[in-house]
C-alpha cells in the first residue's frame, strides 16, 4: 500500500483521514508507505493518521500507560492475547514488513504527535522510516514517538527530524537491536546527551549544529559499531 505524492508543489494540510480506507486493507500488504516530500504543504501532521475503522476514539487511565507496557501485560495474560483493553488505539497490519513516512521538505509546524504510531501493532516488522527534516516543527520530541513502534529483532530504523526548531532534551530513540540511524542536526536541542544512548546500537548519529548541547561524550555512545 503505497502513497506517493512527493515533489509537486502541493500545499495546504494534511486531511487526518486521508489513509482511512486503505488503512482497512493495510494487512494485506507488506509495505505501508505514505510519501509527501518536497511540497508545500503547512500545518501539523494529523494525531491521528494512522487510525483505521474500527479503532478507539476514546481515551482514558489506561491510555496513559506506557504501550510497550501494555503490550507485555496482554502477552503475559492467561491466556495470551494481543487484543488491546478498551479505549486503546489499536490496529493491527499484520503483514506489514516496511513502515514510511516522509514529509521531508514542505512548511509543517507545531509539535508531532505524542503518539502518532500508537495505533501501529505490527508483529512482522523489519524496516521503519520516518523522515520530516527541512520543516519548521518546534517543541520537545516526544520519547513515546518512537517506543510506541514494535520492531522485530533485527529490524532497522531511520528517524531524520533534522533542519527543524526542535527543542528540550535530545529523545532516546532506539532498540537494542538492527540497524539504527538518527538524524536531529540543526536544530536547538539543549542539556546533556542522555546516558540510553549509549545502549541504542546506533550506526549513525548526526546531532551537528545543536549549539545548546553541553555534555561530555559518552564512552559508549558508539559501541559495538
Known amino acids: 500500500l503505497s502513497l506517493d505524492l512527493s515533489n509537486n508543489m502541493l500545499t495546504g494540510t494534511i486531511p487526518s483521514t486521508l489513509l482511512t480506507n486503505g488503512l482497512t486493507y493495510a494487512s494485506t500488504f507488506s509495505t505501508l508507505e ?5 511540497n508545500m504543504l503547512t500545518g501539523s501532521i494529523p494525531d491521528r493518521l494512522y487510525w483505521a475503522p474500527g479503532t478507539s476514539t476514546k481515551r482514558n487511565t489506561a491510555m496513559k500507560r506506557d504501550v510497550t507496557t501494555i503490550r507485555r501485560e496482554l502477552l ?5 492475547t494481543t487484543e488491546a483493553p478498551t479505549g486503546i488505539a489499536n490496529h493491527t497490519f499484520s503483514g506489514v514488513a ?28 523489519r524496516e521503519w522510516t520516518f523522515t520530516a527534516s527541512q520543516n ?19 529490524a532497522s530504523y531511520v528517524v531524520d527530524l533534522s533542519n527543524n526548531q526542535f527543542t528540550g532534551s535530545v529523545p532516546v530513540a532506539c532498540w537494542s537491536q538492527g540497524t539504527s ?7 536547538s536541542f ?9 545502549a541504542c546500537g546506533l550506526q549513525e548519529l548526526v546531532l551537528g549544529n545543536n549549539p545548546q548541547i553541553t555534555s561530555s561524550i559518552p564512552a559508549a555512545l558508539m559501541a559495538g559499531n
Open 98 to 125: 516496511e513502515l514510511l513516512l516522509k514529509l521531508d521538505d514542505n512548511q509543517l509546524e507545531g509539535t508531532l504527535p505524542a503518539h502518532l504510531f500508537e495505533t501501529i501493532i505490527v508483529s512482522s516488522l
Open 34 to 38: 505514505t510519501n509527501f516530500a518536497h
Open 136 to 154: 519548521q516543527f518546534s517543541g520537545s520530541v516526544p520519547n513515546s514517538l518512537f517506543s510506541e513502534v514494535g520492531l522485530n529483532s533485527g
Open 181 to 187: 540511524f538518527l538524524h536531529l542536526g540543526n536544530n
Open 76 to 80: 503475559q495474560s492467561d491466556p495470551p
Open 190 to 198: 539543549s542539556g546533556t546527551l542522555p546516558s540510553g544512548l549509549s
